[in-house]
C-alpha cells in the first residue's frame, strides 16, 4: 500500500511540473541507529553527548555523508511528505531513525546558535509545507472520536506537532489510509484517488493552525496565556479553535 501509494505521488508531482525528490529508506539501507559513528570529528572523544556533538558535527561540516545528504533534499524543497505504515502508533524504526540523524543541532532545533527562540512555527524549514500519509491496518471506527485507538491526529502529534512544526514546517492535516491490508480494488482505487487530490492542492489547503510560539499566546515561550483557550488542557489547546474539531 505505502509504496503504491509513494508511486503515484511521483507521478502525480511530476505531472504538475514539480521536481521530486525521495528517500527510500529501506531500498537505501538507512541506517536508523544514532551512535557516535555519526560523527566524522569528535568535539569530546571521551564524553559522547549526542547534543554536542550533533551541533559540532553540523557547525564543522563533519557530519556522517548521508545525513548531509539527506538535510540538503529537505533545504531545497518546498514541501516534505512522509508516506509510511502506521508501527505501534508511530513511525517505523527507519523512519524515526531518519529524524533522530537527519534533524540536527544548530539546523532542526538551537537554530541560529538561538537557543529555544526558533521553534514552533521557526526555524530552519519555516515556510516550508509537511504532510504525513499514514497507511493505518485498523478499520477508521477504531480511531474515531471516541475509538478504542484514540484519534489518528492526536496520536500522530507528536511528529506533527513536536518534529514538523517545531522547526518551522507549515502542516498540513494527515492523509489516512484505513484497513490497508485487507482492502479490495475498488477500496484501492478509492485510496488512490483521495490521495490524488491531496496531491493536487499540496501547496494551497489550508495547515493546522498549530499556535506559533512566538505569535503571543505563550508570553513566557513555555506555558499559554491564561486568555488564550481558557479552561482547555492538552493537546487541542495548542491548536487554534478553527481546527480543533478535525483532530477530535
Not at 547534543?51 to 533545504?75: F, M, R, T
Request: one cysteine or more; hydrophobic letters at 45%; a negative charge.
Amino acid at each position: 500500500m505505502t509504496h503504491q501509494l509513494v508511486e503515484l505521488s511521483v507521478r502525480t508531482l511530476q505531472q504538475q511540473g514539480h521536481e521530486v525528490l525521495q528517500s527510500d529508506l529501506y531500498g537505501m539501507h538507512w541506517k536508523a541507529v544514532f551512535d557516535a559513528h555519526d560523527f566524522c570529528c569528535r568535539a569530546d572523544p571521551n564524553r559522547l553527548s549526542f547534543v554536542a556533538e550533533s551541533g559540532h558535527a553540523y557547525a564543522n561540516g563533519c557530519q556522517a555523508p548521508d545525513i548531509v545528504a539527506e538535510q540538503q533534499k529537505v533545504l531545497v524543497s518546498d514541501a516534505v511528505i512522509f508516506q509510511f505504515p502506521l508501527w505501534w502508533y508511530g513511525m517505523p524504526a527507519v523512519m524515526k531513525g531518519w529524524l533522530d540523524r537527519v534533524w540536527a543541532l544548530g539546523l532542526a532545533y538551537g537554530y541560529k546558535d538561538a537557543g529555544n527562540t526558533y521553534r514552533y512555527g521557526d526555524g530552519a524549514f519555516k515556510g516550508k509545507r509537511a504532510m504525513l500519509s499514514v497507511a493505518v491496518g485498523g478499520p477508521a471506527q477504531d480511531y474515531a472520536p471516541r475509538g478504542i485507538n484514540g484519534p489518528l491526529e492526536q496520536l500522530l502529534f507528536p511528529i506533527t506537532h513536536g518534529a514538523l512544526f517545531f522547526p518551522g514546517f507549515d502542516v498540513l492535516p494527515s492523509f489516512a489510509v484505513y484497513g490497508a491490508a485487507r482492502m479490495s480494488a475498488q477500496d484501492l482505487d478509492a485510496a488512490k484517488q483521495a490521495w490524488r487530490v491531496r496531491l493536487v492542492h499540496l501547496f494551497d489547503d489550508a495547515t493546522i493552525p498549530f499556535r506559533s510560539q512566538n505569535g503571543g499566546d505563550y508570553p513566557d515561550g513555555h506555558v499559554l496565556a491564561d486568555q488564550v483557550a481558557p479552561g482547555q488542557s492538552g493537546l487541542l489547546a495548542h491548536i487554534a479553535a478553527t481546527a480543533a474539531a478535525s483532530i477530535r
